[in-house]
């Protein structure tokens, strides 16, 4: 049963609910307290040297991932995003005369961290090559080589998680000084009217956490987990959201998830406990991040973000402290976030049964079930 949140026009709501007046400045906080490890490319256990990955070995599978594009059909334009050995360029497509996204390793870094970052890339193609194309996963186009080394090409996501969390903010925090405004010059403007649109603003942010279990629960269904889920991994096309980076996702085996023993991967601020310590995990470390960013999105607040690296290891991997949840929120939505970031993986729930969830919780806001068809989809996998 979903219980909904109090007082339609009582805007105590921004203070223990979800529109805190916080500068969307908190969310880049991300990479200066929480970066990840910069050996996160010798660290992925999939590239382990008994596990026989070898560049040369690769070439065979990565002919048959997908097209090949030749780099003359492709125009370098700005730049979408850096990482720690990757780079992201929008490209326009001659073919299409659509702009689209190419990936490849830095040729700034020092050799053998670009020809690990190649090699972070041949495996990224072949895992989104793989999959079944999904609505909330980033499009795979081909892969190609030139002068520079290994690129893959993806389809462009227009906009940032960065970016809508942004509005998202502006529009929680707008709503009830608009409220107050209009009751005091209009004396009119009935409290129906805030609960409606205040109904509004939570569907749409409940509708992206929506999107990001279905993206979870076609992955898990096909064997993969994701391993790295955090913001600056996420955007927008549109209302819909969209995972895309899979250079830290692997394949997964076995009737329990196949336990992998493994050095931490990710960033430290939505990791799973459990990797973070350097203990075996299963694809249910996704679903702790899934937690940690369904708090967020519904708080309008980064989670830790207080926090450096030393103090979150101590108090929330060690200490198992986890983010404040608000009073007025609904059950259901304090149910499934505390369940999804529990400390034993074997309490957090499936990807399926958290999408389910939120269906349920968005039906009660009026939301359109437009989407059981996505839903069919995960289940036939």
Not at 56 to 77: C, F, H, N, W
Not at 146 to 166: K, M, N
Not at 350 to 368: F, K, N, Q, W
């Amino acid at each position: 049963m979903v219980t909904r949140e109090t007082s339609p026009v009582d805007t105590s709501v921004l203070e223990d609910g979800l529109g805190d007046s916080e500068d969307s400045s908190d969310v880049d906080e991300e990479e200066e307290l929480f970066q990840p490890p910069q050996t996160e490319c010798v660290a992925s256990p999939q590239y382990d040297d008994e596990e026989g990955y070898d560049v040369t070995a690769l070439q065979p599978a990565i002919r048959k991932s997908g097209t090949k594009v030749e780099p003359s059909t492709l125009r370098a334009s700005h730049v979408l995003g850096k990482g720690a050995f990757c780079e992201v360029r929008a490209n326009l497509c001659s073919k299409s005369e659509h702009l689209v996204a190419v990936k490849r390793a830095r040729t700034d870094v020092v050799a053998n961290m670009h020809a690990l970052a190649e090699r972070d890339l041949r495996i990224e193609s072949m895992m989104l090559a793989s999959l079944k194309p999904h609505i909330n996963i980033v499009s795979y186009i081909g892969w190609g080589e030139d002068a520079y080394g290994f690129f893959i090409v993806l389809d462009l996501v227009p906009e940032t998680f960065h970016a809508r969390f942004s509005k998202w903010q502006a529009e929680s925090q707008r709503l009830p000084n608009e409220a107050v405004s209009r009751r005091i010059l209009t004396k009119c403007w009935p409290a129906r009217c805030f609960r409606r649109r205040w109904d509004a603003l939570w569907a749409r942010r409940l509708g992206a956490a929506r999107d990001l279990a279905s993206a979870l629960a076609h992955l898990h269904s096909n064997s993969v987990m994701f391993r790295d889920l955090k913001p600056s991994n996420l955007g927008f096309r549109g209302d819909i959201l969209i995972l895309f980076d899979f250079g830290l996702a692997k394949v997964f085996t076995g009737d329990d998830g196949a336990f992998v023993p493994t050095p931490e991967t990710g960033s430290a601020r939505f990791m799973a406990p459990e990797v973070a310590k350097g203990e075996k995990y299963d694809h249910s470390c996704d679903i702790y991040s899934f937690g940690l960013m369904l708090w967020q999105i519904s708080r309008l607040r980064m989670p830790f973000v207080d926090y450096n690296e030393a103090i979150h290891f101590q108090t929330v991997v060690q200490g198992g402290a986890r983010p404040k949840l608000p009073a007025r929120w609904q059950s259901d939505l304090k149910y499934l976030i505390s369940i999804s970031w529990a400390e034993e993986r074997k309490r957090r729930p499936t990807a399926i049964r958290a999408y389910d969830t939120l269906v349920t919780i968005l039906e009660s806001y009026g939301a359109p079930r437009s989407i059981d068809s996505i839903r069919s989809e995960i289940k036939s996998c």
